[in-house]
């Protein structure tokens, strides 16, 4: 059984709802959840927030954040996910957030770094950076199984 279709069955075992805020990935980890025939009793939609702008104005990450540490940060990372989660009243809320590449890394922040948070309406998080090696897909691909596995981290101790 694939990653995407074991969390669907624990979701609906726990009788919880998943969301995400994806912006390195855009909508990978969405589609390969609604891939899963009868992921609509567990999901009701995301937000692939690839502009700045989006992840201010729709999810709450403050310019500050944005301005200090970047898009592609811890802190940008549970904000995205903590917006996600308000926005859509899911219990657990998946936010990635990173450089896929081929452009766009730093000495810092090297293509393929990758921070995924996991938050739950009770106040838990699980927050990962990763550092991912491969091409643009590959990145993105191992960042949707990562994400996966996150939610079902989470789920596992609710």
Do not use: H, W
Not at 97 to 111: L, M, R, Y
């Amino acid at each position: 059984m694939k990653s995407a279709e074991k969390l669907v069955a624990l979701l609906k075992e726990k009788g919880k709802r998943i969301t995400f805020a994806e912006s390195c990935t855009g909508g990978l980890v969405s589609a390969a959840v609604t891939s899963v025939s009868g992921s609509s009793a567990v999901f009701d939609g995301a937000i692939c927030s690839y502009a700045n702008r989006i992840k201010n104005d729709l999810l709450g990450v403050s310019r500050d954040v944005l301005d200090t540490q970047g898009a592609v940060s811890a802190p940008s990372a549970v904000q995205m996910a903590e917006g996600a989660l308000a926005l859509f009243a899911a219990d657990i809320a998946v936010s990635v957030t990173g450089i896929a590449g081929p452009d766009g890394g730093s000495t810092e922040k090297p293509v393929g770094t990758v921070f995924i948070c996991c938050v739950n309406g009770e106040g838990d998080r699980i927050l990962k950076r990763c550092r991912f090696s491969g091409d643009r897909d590959t990145v993105r691909a191992k960042s949707v199984e990562i994400a996966l596995q996150c939610a079902m981290e989470m789920l596992k101790k609710m």
